[in-house]
């Protein structure tokens, strides 16, 4: 993991206006249908894709990847989980499909990154790729928070512990919390609590970007 990141970090360079990040390496985990069972060294695949506003100041969109496989080999090993965690302000959105600014939503297509990986078409057909709702509302995420979320859900692979207990670690997963999380539950509590938008509803008005009442 530590050799990807490395590369993946020497690839960016924020005058271009984009990131984007692939991270592919192996975890040893447990999974609940390996009850009783040892570790097994699994396949992990993780991307950032962020892309800048014409301005180059604020974010047009964001999504964020996550692949699991029952095995290491991507090429020959079922695909357990995979989703992707997508940030699309409304000024920048399709106004004629509404959706949450912040959503996560289960499978997707393949990525070119993951198709250089080795990863198979076929392998998604289980997971009905085709099908793109719903989307789940979330708060946002980032790279760090993702990873840190991985971690802690893994937390029985040896490197786990030891990255999560890292003081470098454990301050840049804070410094992305307060940047990630605070504007966004910031705003939700203003929302809630102010009197002018009392009548008005969280999830449409908030959270989908809707021009409702």
């Known amino acids: 993991m530590c050799a990807a990141a490395s590369a993946a970090q020497a690839s960016i360079n924020e005058l271009k206006g984009e990131v984007n990040v692939h991270l592919g390496f192996t975890l040893d985990i447990r999974l609940r249908g390996d009850r009783g069972s040892k570790p097994v060294s699994r396949r992990i695949d993780v991307g950032a894709l962020v892309q800048a506003a014409p301005d180059n100041k604020t974010v047009r969109n964001a999504s964020y990847s996550l692949l699991i496989c029952r095995y290491a080999e991507p090429a020959t090993s079922p695909i357990v989980r995979k989703m992707h965690f997508d940030y699309e302000p409304a000024a920048y959105r399709n106004v004629?499909?509404?959706?949450?600014?912040?959503?996560?939503q289960v499978c997707g297509k393949f990525s070119s990154d993951h198709l250089k990986a080795g990863y198979v078409q076929r392998r998604l057909a289980g997971l009905y790729p085709a099908w793109e709702k719903p989307r789940i509302p979330l708060p946002p995420t980032s790279l760090a928070l993702m990873l840190n979320w991985l971690l802690l859900e893994f937390q029985n692979d040896p490197a786990s512990q030891g990255i999560l207990n890292s003081p470098e670690w454990r301050k840049w997963v804070a410094h992305a919390e307060r940047t990630m999380l605070a504007p966004y539950?910031?705003?939700?509590?203003?929302?809630?609590?102010?009197?002018?938008?009392r009548r008005k509803r969280f999830l449409q008005t908030h959270l989908y970007g809707m021009a409702v009442d």
């Open 96 to 104: 004629a499909e509404p959706k949450p600014s912040v959503h996560m």
């Open 185 to 197: 539950f910031r705003a939700a509590t203003n929302f809630l609590e102010g009197t002018a938008d």
